[in-house]
């Protein structure tokens, strides 16, 4: 294990190596779900997720490859420091690489149009691994924006794809209702438990635990909460669009977004419909996770 992180040539996409063992969870929560009867699963639902999985490793394939180029064109002449692969860049990259992420994560659901986006990962109203497939067809082309910062300081593009892959890897594990709480670790790691408050309807757990390996960025900057034994996650959106369709999935959000736009008379609220948070309106109540958890 570190001669991996001691090898400064490490080129490998852990992912590839991760998809087995994906298909094989999925299986094994599968067989587990039909002993049980729990109905975990709707197979149009899962048809549907596996669809925008396989959608956005197309996409992956441009927005990668120039998420890379720029990065490296960061890295090789802005950088403030040079690293090595050393066990303990690997540590620091973990941590910086997961506060990107926070933050990326945070921002697509506090800004309508990036929301537009995210939203598609939220539209299934099941909690299975085959959810954490249902991949976003429009977070490629800005979530790397948010990673601008890190090969400044001196981690090569390189180590920081492969560190986007060791985070994809572990949040895959997090959508699934098998794993209860997992005791200590809830207080450090993202755990299932906290992933289903994240993904659940009801109002007190909107907007929170946005972590993707660590869940101290929660704790720290005021967005977590713990996933309440009284109150079952009701999963989806707060308007369940009842579609298997991948294409719907992908664009109705920004077709809700482009009516409300219209319907504004000011440029000003134009612009706030675009950049203010879901269920901001300049002509009803305002329904922000903000207000609707300040009214409980």
């Known amino acids: 294990m570190l001669e991996f992180f001691n090898n400064p040539g490490i080129t490998e996409d852990p992912t590839k190596y991760a998809v087995p063992v994906f298909i094989l969870s999925i299986l094994i929560e599968l067989f587990i779900d039909i002993r049980r009867k729990s109905h975990l699963y709707e197979l149009k639902d899962s048809a549907a997720c596996i669809s925008m999985g396989l959608g956005v490793l197309v996409i992956g394939v441009v927005t990668k490859s120039f998420a890379y180029l720029l990065f490296l064109f960061l890295y090789d002449n802005f950088r403030f420091f040079t690293l090595e692969s050393t066990w303990w860049m690997w540590v620091l990259l973990l941590f910086a690489d997961d506060l990107a992420f926070y933050f990326h994560h945070r921002m697509s659901h506090s800004v309508r149009i990036l929301w537009a986006a995210h939203i598609q ?159 901001w309106s300049h002509d009803g109540e305002n329904q922000t996770s903000k207000y609707l958890q300040s009214k409980l």
């Open 121 to 279: 990962h939220h539209s299934s109203e099941r909690m299975n691994l085959s959810v954490a497939l249902r991949q976003s067809w429009g977070e490629p082309f800005y979530k790397y924006l948010f990673y601008l910062w890190i090969p400044l300081l001196g981690f090569h593009p390189v180590w920081m794809m492969i560190m986007q892959a060791i985070s994809l890897i572990y949040q895959f594990f997090q959508h699934t209702e098998l794993v209860g709480k997992l005791g200590p670790l809830e207080w450090i790691m993202n755990t299932p438990s906290h992933h289903r408050v994240h993904h659940a309807t009801q109002v007190k757990y909107l907007d929170r635990n946005h972590a993707g390996i660590f869940i101290i960025w929660d704790r720290l900057f005021g967005t977590f909460e713990e996933e309440d034994e009284q109150m079952k996650p009701v999963y989806g959106i707060t308007c369940n669009i009842d579609t298997f369709n991948p294409l719907k999935i992908a664009t109705h959000e920004y077709g809700a977004l482009w009516k409300d736009v219209k319907r504004a008379k000011k440029w000003s609220d134009k612009l706030k419909y675009i950049f203010m948070p879901p269920g």
